[in-house]
């Protein structure tokens, strides 16, 4: 992976550029007016910084990846507004609650619980994924919302940027009330674009019976596990799968 800018550049890029590369522990390389395409003959990953804040570009993908709040937004604004929200529902979470997502990827659905928690919960995101943990770190703390509450919501997030199961694994028991797992589907779902592109830089481990294991030491109340309909980790892992007649996904739960 390299860090570089934006084609049209200026110092001020330049200067946040280098930063994200040393942030990133990766080299910096000055564009000098190379296509992309150029550079991925030499970098699989690229991390662009320019007007359009960081971007993430794969050697195998035509999109970057960059941070936007995309569905969340919508539901964050249902919630406002009273109605209900279907992680919300399953997970019970409440005023004051903790909230673990342990594949934090955009961020979306850490940034709905936080809006719920509030002020006196918590929540955590843990994401393997070096860039991907940075790029959503960053855009947590500085997408602009027309609404405080939304902006509070997204900058309590607190980013990891380590594989869950050695997170959980240090860990006190009965430290978090929710624990919530959203892995790479087994079975391919249209996505939008941004899920597409930021696809390119998700792990794609897996979610085994020793990390359940740890999540059900560490968890207070329940265990969260989001699927693709005809996943067999539900059963496989021991989850009680919720039925969504109309969704591609379901969710399933482990109540403590």
């Known amino acids: 992976m390299i860090v ?25 390389v000055p564009r000098k007016k190379r296509s992309l395409s150029a550079l991925h003959t030499t970098h699989q990953n690229i991390v662009v ?11 195998d993908s035509n999109e970057p990846y960059f941070f936007h709040p995309n569905v969340a937004m919508i539901r964050v604004k249902r919630l406002l507004k009273g109605e209900q929200d279907p992680l ?47 790029v959503t770190k960053e855009g947590l703390q500085s997408w602009g919302s027309d609404l405080e509450l939304v902006n509070e919501a997204m900058r309590r997030i607190v980013v990891v940027n380590e594989d869950h199961f050695s997170y959980l694994q240090k860990q006190p028991s009965n430290s978090v009330d929710v624990i919530y797992f959203d892995p790479m589907f087994e079975e391919t779902i249209e996505e939008s674009n941004g899920l597409r592109a930021m696809s390119a830089f998700t792990s794609y481990t897996t979610i085994t019976t020793e990390t359940i294991a740890e999540a059900r030491r560490v968890a207070r109340k329940r265990i969260i596990l989001k699927d693709h309909f005809r996943s067999t980790r539900f059963s496989n892992l021991g989850f009680h799968q919720h039925i969504r007649k109309t969704s591609k996904f379901h969710y399933g739960t482990i109540e403590l």
Request: charged share 20%.
């Open 88 to 134: 919300i529902d399953v997970s019970g979470l409440g005023e004051g609650d903790s909230f673990l997502d342990c594949t934090l990827g955009n961020g979306s659905d850490s940034l709905v619980a936080s809006l719920v928690v509030g002020h006196c919960g918590s929540v955590v995101g843990v994401e393997s994924s070096n860039a991907l943990a940075y």
């Open 4 to 28: 570089t800018t934006a084609g049209r550049t200026n110092e001020d890029y330049i200067n946040k550029a280098k930063i994200v590369a040393n942030d990133l522990g990766v080299r910096y």
């Open 49 to 59: 910084v320019g007007k359009d804040g960081i971007q993430l570009y794969h050697k």
